[in-house]
Nanobody, 116 residues
Framework: QVQLVESGGGLVQAGGSLRLSCAAS????????MRWFRQAPGKEREFVAGVGWSDSSTSYADSVKGRFTISRDNAKTTVSLQMNSLKPEDTAVYYCAADRFGRRYWGQGTQVTVSS
């Protein structure tokens, strides 16, 4: 089992920045990949960014490239999402997800609201 807890959400004006964190616990040594997703009201959950747990390779949705940066710490227990130049359309609940042995674990989500 893997437990994930997100933090760092909040209200920010357009053009501002926020940093989300996802703390992983449990069987973190066997995680393959970690991702951030987001879900806006009335929309489907969408991929935002991902990082390889062993090689730190990264991937991003086109909508956030150049503005968001995903990273993990050396202890491999926390994944962060630095969000810069935020736009109102970035408003959503952001979820952390971990893939381990073909199963995906989810955090509870953290709200990000960007005002115009």
């Amino acid at each position: 089992q893997v437990q994930l807890v997100e933090s760092g959400g909040g209200l920010v004006q357009a053009g501002g920045s926020l940093r989300l964190s996802c703390a992983a616990s449990g069987f973190t040594f066997s995680i393959d990949y970690m991702r951030w997703f987001r879900q806006a009201p009335g929309k489907e959950r969408e991929f935002v960014a991902g990082v390889g747990w062993s090689d730190s390779s990264t991937s991003y949705a086109d909508s956030v490239k150049g503005r968001f940066t995903i990273s993990r710490d050396n202890a491999k227990t926390t994944v962060s999402l630095q969000m810069n130049s935020l736009k109102p359309e970035d408003t959503a609940v952001y979820y952390c997800a971990a893939d381990r042995f073909g199963r995906r674990y989810w955090g509870q989500g953290t709200q990000v609201t960007v005002s115009s």
